[in-house]
């Protein structure tokens, strides 16, 4: 059975940081593609970041860009999000996902996690 269990969520207030954190069981998170998605409320889901097999390719939304950061560390099986700068606007449900195919097309994301809550004060 394959999981991905994210943590590290939590309250913050602007301007602070958070790391999440999504451990893989069943899958090697090298052998895939892998990527972060966020969901506020009464919005849709949208996709904040990933990095395609191998680390070739880094991709950030551009809200995002120079305040977060995707890395893997493949021995602990566990992908992060490292996330700076907070802002109320990136109050949402965060999940970690894995892709056997193209990062950019969310179809090809196979397996995701339940999601945790992360929320950012003013």
């Known amino acids: 059975e394959v999981k991905l269990v994210e943590s590290g969520g939590g309250l913050v207030q602007a301007g602070g940081s958070l790391r999440l954190s999504c451990a893989a069981s069943g899958i090697t998170f090298d052998d895939y593609a892998i990527g972060w998605f966020r969901q506020a409320p009464g919005k849709a889901r949208e996709g904040v970041t990933y990095?395609?097999?191998?680390?070739?390719?880094?991709y950030y939304r551009g809200s995002v860009k120079g305040r977060f950061t995707i890395s893997s560390d493949n021995a602990k099986n566990t992908m992060y999000l490292q996330m700076n700068s907070l802002k109320p606007e990136d109050t949402a449900v965060y999940f970690c996902?894995?892709?056997?195919?193209?990062?950019?097309?969310?179809?090809?994301?196979?397996?995701w996690g339940r999601g945790t809550q992360v929320t950012v004060s003013s």
């Open positions: 996902a894995a892709s056997s195919g193209d990062p950019a097309v969310v179809p090809t994301y196979n397996y």
């Open positions: 990095i395609s097999r191998k680390g070739g390719t880094t």
